[in-house]
């Protein structure tokens, strides 16, 4: 399985960037990096995905290494409501989304 | 576009007896996953439907576990005889295909005593 490393927590000031990393060295080249996140008493929410370029959509950013061992997901302003536990996992394509989730890490949000 | 949706949010049973588990997905996905937390543990994948074939099914803790997609649509996931160890929550995820987002569901809390 396709495994990748994430800190345990993390915290941030509410209206603050927060840049949470994630290693996966043993990514293959087909492999896509997605972040989910998982607030409390819910189901894992759909983040952001990436290849090989940097991406931006309405939550947030993820940029991807060039060597691809690495990424960030980047969270512009933190808010209250984006406390949770935080994931990265390769989509090992064309396998589909049976997910090896890791962890995780969980992101408090301070006011 | 209404989200993926399970049946029941929550499930208590007694050891030994028998449990089914309802997913429906989003309208027009053609993937289906099932997932579980154990109590302390991680998020594990259970299994994959394309349509109403099992893509994969390497996640399936042992044959007490029955997963069914007749028809390509909704999916039920039987536990018969249902133990402690089955607690926790499961989930359900629909997804267009592969890299693209998968869409989860709130998930069923099932607790065995």
């Known amino acids: 399985d396709a495994k990748t490393t994430q800190p345990n927590s993390m915290e941030s000031n509410e209206e603050e960037p927060v840049h949470l990393p994630c290693n996966h060295s043993?990514?293959?080249?087909?492999?896509?990096i997605h972040w989910y996140r998982q607030l409390p008493s819910q189901g894992p929410e759909y983040v952001i995905h990436g290849l090989t370029s940097n991406v931006n959509n309405r939550m947030a950013s993820l940029a991807i290494a060039e060597d691809r061992k690495s990424s960030t997901l980047i969270l512009h302003r933190a808010t209250l409501r984006d406390a949770a536990v935080y994931y990265c996992i390769l989509d090992r394509v064309p396998y589909g989304q049976n997910f090896v989730f890791g962890p995780g890490t969980r992101l408090s949000v301070l006011p | 576009e209404a989200g993926v949706t399970q049946f029941p949010s929550h499930s208590v049973i007694e050891k030994g007896q028998t449990v089914t588990l309802r997913c429906d997905p989003i309208?027009?996905?053609?993937?289906l996953y099932w997932y579980r937390r154990v109590m302390g543990k991680e998020i594990k994948f259970l299994l994959h439907f394309v349509k109403e074939s099992k893509q994969d099914e390497s996640g399936m803790p042992n044959n007490r576990f029955l997963a069914e997609r007749t028809g390509g649509t909704y999916s039920t996931l039987k536990v018969q005889p249902a133990e402690l160890e089955d607690s926790g929550v499961y989930f359900c995820a629909s997804s267009r295909g592969s890299n693209t987002e998968a869409f989860f569901g709130q998930g069923t809390r099932l607790t065995v005593v």
């Open positions: 043993t990514i293959s080249g087909t492999d896509y």
């Open positions: 309208s027009g996905h053609d993937n």
